[in-house]
Structures are given as C-alpha cells and as structure tokens.
C-alpha cells in the first residue's frame, strides 16, 4: 500500500542536541511538507519542497533544516537553536505542488519532547 | 499573506444532533478550502473539500457549504456518533504564494453518548 511513513513516533532531545525525524512516501508525489503543531495554534509550515534537491522556508523555519536527495524522503532536522522544540511534527505530500486543489495526504506524526 | 479563522475551538454534542464549524479566511484569491479530521495520535485526514465555482457540497452525513463574497465557509455534520469526536481543521488555498495551504486552529469536537 502506498503511503506517507514518519519515525520514531516518539523522540526524546536533549539540551544542545540535534535531533533528524524521519519522512517516507512511495506516493511518487513531488511536493513534501513540514508541519508543526502545538495544541490550539492548528498547523503551521516549516519547510516545503516541490522537486528533489530544492526547498523553501515555511512560517517558522528558524531553528530547524532540512534535505531532499531523493524524491522519496524528506528528513527534518531539530537544531539546537530551536529552543522550545516540543511538538508534534507532522510530514505531508501531494502530487506536485503547481496542481493547487490536489489534497494533502500525512503521516501519523512523530511527537518530540525535550528531556 | 492568507489567514483562516475557525469557531468554535470546543464543541460538544448530543449524539444524533448536528454540528457546524465556521471559518472565515482573508485572501480573496483562495479558490480551494478543505475540511480535515485529525483523530487522536494520528495524522490528519481530508474529509471533504470545496471549489470556489461550487457553494455546496455533501458527502453523506457531512457537507460544506462556502460564501465567496463574505469569505465564508462552514462544515456541517448531520447525526453525530461517536466516532465523529475529533479535531477537524478547515484550510484555506491560495491559487498564488508556492500552493502553502493555511490552516485554522482547529475546533475539538465532543460527541456524547
């Protein structure tokens, strides 16, 4: 079955430490996302990628980074320079970002707490 | 930039009655408007979506309803279960600014037996 796949679900990070959530899809979709969500402040975006090797800064990007060398995974990275990391990271994709009303499909989300 | 405004951010119901959440977004330019439900620990799933040439849509027991001029749209769902408890999101699409869709904050809904 095809599907988006996110791991762990659970992460724990330490203070200073870099911390890489992990975001699958044998969609064949082009278009990937970051979201995060705190309770009551909905989604909101960190990075998007619309091809392999490119992407853009989201809403809140600070203090996090990313990669697309392939077209399957789009990794995240929590950086020691995000100081309040605690979440829950949702990753996304559609087909290809330039068709607007294609819906957005997610994984079932990793939570980071900070130790 | 988009902004998407969602009411109630609780709602709790009889099971068997109905329930409606409201959003109001800003940019004009919007032209696509899904509705997501998001169960607990999981990721969130379309439920329905609307077009901008459309002012109604129905999927059995749910259906949006949307009002260009006033930028308005609504979700409504007609004899609630239990298993309708969750927290739905409705989303807003620019057809310009990269296709990011803008998310409402979400209204946690409560169906009681």
């Known amino acids: 079955d095809g599907g988006i796949t996110q791991s762990p679900k659970y992460l724990f990070r330490k203070e200073g430490q870099n911390v890489t959530l992990s975001c699958e899809q044998n969609l064949n979709h082009d278009a990937m996302y970051w979201y995060r969500q705190d309770p009551g402040q909905g989604l909101r975006l960190i990075y998007y990628?619309?091809?392999?090797?490119?992407?853009q800064k989201g809403d809140i990007a600070e203090g996090y980074s990313v990669s697309r060398e392939k077209k399957e995974s789009f990794p995240l990275t929590v950086t020691s320079a995000q100081k309040n990391p605690t979440a829950f990271y949702l990753c996304?994709?559609?087909?290809?970002?330039?068709?607007?009303?294609?819906?957005?499909?997610f994984g079932s989300g990793t939570q980071l707490s900070v130790l | 930039g988009e902004n998407v405004e969602q009411h109630p951010s609780t709602l709790s119901v009889q099971e068997g009655d109905s329930a409606v959440i409201k959003c109001t977004y800003s940019d004009s330019a919007s032209n696509y408007f899904p509705w997501y439900k998001q169960e607990l620990g999981k990721g969130p799933q379309l439920i329905i979506d609307i077009r901008s040439n459309v002012g109604e849509k129905k999927d059995q027991r749910i259906a949006v309803t949307l009002n260009k001029t006033a930028k308005h749209f609504s979700l409504h769902i007609t004899e609630t279960q239990p298993e309708d408890s969750a927290v739905y999101f409705c989303?807003?699409?620019?057809?310009?600014?990269?296709?990011?869709?803008?998310f409402g904050a979400g209204t946690r809904l409560f169906v009681k037996a």
């Open positions: 989303a807003a699409l620019p057809h310009t600014g990269g296709f990011k869709t803008i």
């Open positions: 996304a994709s559609k087909t290809a970002a330039t068709r607007a009303n294609e819906k957005l499909l």
């Open positions: 990628s619309q091809i392999v090797n490119d992407f």
